[in-house]
């Protein structure tokens, strides 16, 4: 991980520097060149890029990522634990429950193949897959919030926005930002899911599990969706970082004063230690995620083994 980390590190802070235009831009009124050069003296960026590199590196062992050059007097680390648990809230609720919808449509649809629960399935998870997260939240707001006011008098409705408290699954405020968020991961789950119990299902060990004459529930479970689960697994490592990571169109859509924002807007303002930070966080959520599903291997698939 530490070298992955490194690396991030090296590749974000060259090409961020290597981006055109910087920190003190400013639309309209531009501050004069006094004012831009006692800024870089402040913030270092004054020094060659190797020496800034350094020192942001010892900065990151230490745990220090550096004032925001948008913020003044505000830390990193302050801006991103104000910001995340907004997205890690909505991101959580949105992969629990993707997790089962996803899994269980996939394989209702596996087991009747061909039937009209299998064509209701993939229609569904085409038409969520093939639509833009944009839409599904617009519309979401144009019928649970605008359609419903109207039809029950104000008396009941979805809210469109506000400030979902963090760490709070049970809050309305989550119901349509979950569905606008999850719409493309669990069609995505459904859809693999499909291939892969499929795809075991056709293995002998599952016709012989059937001459048997073992019980459907336990063929399913034991046999079937075991066996079929580490391709899934696999896809939910990088599912669940999306999620907890944030998705600026949602968040803006919803009103959401997340991450995914943030991040966004560091970019836009050249906000170098922003965009630092936001990515190592990034990093170290799929490194850390990505070890636990190599570990979780193990228990789905006992013939896996993490050393011989």
Excluded: C
Aim: glycine fraction near 8%; avoid cysteine.
């Amino acid at each position: 991980m530490i070298p992955v980390l490194f690396f991030v590190i090296v590749i974000t802070f060259v090409l961020m520097h290597l981006a055109p235009g910087g920190p003190w831009d400013r639309e309209g009124k531009q501050l004069t060149p006094q004012v831009i050069n006692n800024l870089n003296i402040k913030y270092g960026l004054d020094k060659p890029m190797p020496q800034q590199f350094l020192t942001y590196i010892w900065g990151v062992v230490h745990f220090d990522f550096g004032d925001s050059l948008r913020s003044p007097g505000q830390h990193v680390s302050q801006r991103v634990l104000e910001s995340w648990p907004y997205t890690f809230t909505l991101g959580a609720v949105t992969f629990l429950l993707l997790v089962p919808l996803g899994i269980g449509l996939g394989v209702v649809a596996a087991l009747r193949q061909n039937s009209v629960a299998d064509y209701a399935a993939l229609g569904l998870a085409t038409a969520a897959a093939s639509t833009p997260n944009f839409v599904i939240g617009i519309f979401l707001i144009i019928f649970l919030a605008l359609g419903m006011n109207r039809l029950t008098g104000g008396t009941f409705y979805l809210p469109t926005g506000g400030m979902p408290q963090p760490f709070n699954p049970f809050q309305v405020e989550l119901i349509m930002p979950v569905i606008t968020l999850g719409a493309l991961p669990t069609a995505y789950i459904a859809r693999l899911t499909r291939s892969s119990t499929l795809d075991t299902l056709r293995q002998d060990f599952v016709r012989t599990a059937w001459a048997k004459g073992l019980k459907a529930r336990l063929v399913v479970m034991r046999h079937v969706l075991k066996n079929s689960l580490i391709p899934v697994v696999t896809a939910l490592g990088p599912t669940f970082v999306f999620l907890v990571t944030g998705s600026f169109i949602v968040e803006t859509l919803f009103s959401i004063p997340g991450i995914g924002r943030s991040f966004v807007t560091s970019i836009s303002g050249r906000d170098y230690t922003m965009i630092l930070g936001t990515t190592i966080l990034f990093a170290v959520l799929i490194a850390v995620v990505n070890l636990i599903v190599d570990v979780l291997y193990v228990f789905i698939d006992p013939r896996v083994r993490l050393s011989d």
